[in-house]
């Protein structure tokens, strides 16, 4: 499996930019990068996808290097709403289906 | 379009009682997933279906059965529940790439 390593936690102030880092070293040729954000009693809900250099969108950025064996998320000028886990996902390493989450990042923000 | 949603939302099992878990989709996706999440922890997978009539394991697939007899419907089942499967269980279906689109969840406990 293509497995995930993020940072446990991360604290950060209202305003601020976040960037999250997720480890992916064994990912296969085939597969996409995805980030979802869970809040506590819910479903994990989309927040980007990337497969090479850089994505973004209305709510975060996704920077991916060329060797893809990283990724980060990035949250320009986070809120007290974004308090959350962030998961960073990829294929199995073999370009199928079995998608497995990581452990998740924890990301507090402070007023 | 109501995208993905599960029955029941909250169960209490004795051990040793059976219980299915219901998934259902609008959005015609192929894949589906079943993935359980204990309190403070990451979501693990169960079992996953690429396709109308077939079904694969997961990280965790012991104690659990699944069916998927229709394109929209994926089915987790409990044969004889144990406290170790007390949990929150989330269905997920999928489109192209890795997006997937989660349902609200069902709360189980078993005493």
């Known amino acids: 499996l293509a497995k995930t390593t993020q940072p446990i936690s991360m604290d950060s102030y209202e305003g601020q930019e976040v960037n999250i880092t997720c480890s992916h070293n064994?990912?296969?040729?085939?597969?996409?990068i995805t980030w979802y954000q869970q809040f506590p009693s819910q479903g994990p809900r989309f927040i980007i996808q990337?497969?090479?250099t850089k994505v973004t969108n209305e709510v975060a950025s996704l920077f991916i290097p060329a060797d893809r064996k990283s990724s980060t998320l990035s949250l320009p000028r986070v809120s007290l709403s974004d308090t959350a886990v962030y998961y960073c996902?990829?294929?199995?390493?073999?370009?199928?289906?079995?998608?497995?989450f990581g452990a998740g990042t924890i990301l507090r923000v402070k007023s | 379009n109501a995208g993905v949603t599960q029955t029941p939302k909250f169960r209490v099992l004795k051990t040793g009682q059976s219980m299915t878990l219901l998934c259902a989709q609008d959005?015609?996706?192929?894949?589906m997933y079943w993935y359980r999440q204990d309190p403070g922890m990451g979501l693990r997978l169960i079992h996953y279906?690429?396709?109308?009539?077939?079904?694969a394991k997961g990280e965790v697939p012991d104690g659990y059965n699944v069916s998927r007899l229709k394109k929209q419907n994926f089915l987790l089942g409990l044969e004889s529940a144990a406290p170790s499967q007390t949990s929150v269980y989330f269905c997920?279906?999928?489109?192209?790439?890795?997006?997937?689109?989660f349902g609200p969840g069902t709360r189980l406990t078993v005493l």
């Open positions: 279906s690429v396709g109308e009539g077939t079904t």
């Open positions: 959005m015609n996706h192929e894949y």
């Open positions: 064994n990912i296969a040729t085939n597969d996409y």
């Open positions: 996902l990829v294929g199995d390493g073999t370009g199928g289906n079995k998608l497995v």
């Open positions: 990337g497969y090479k």
């Open positions: 997920a279906s999928r489109e192209t790439g890795n997006r997937q689109y």
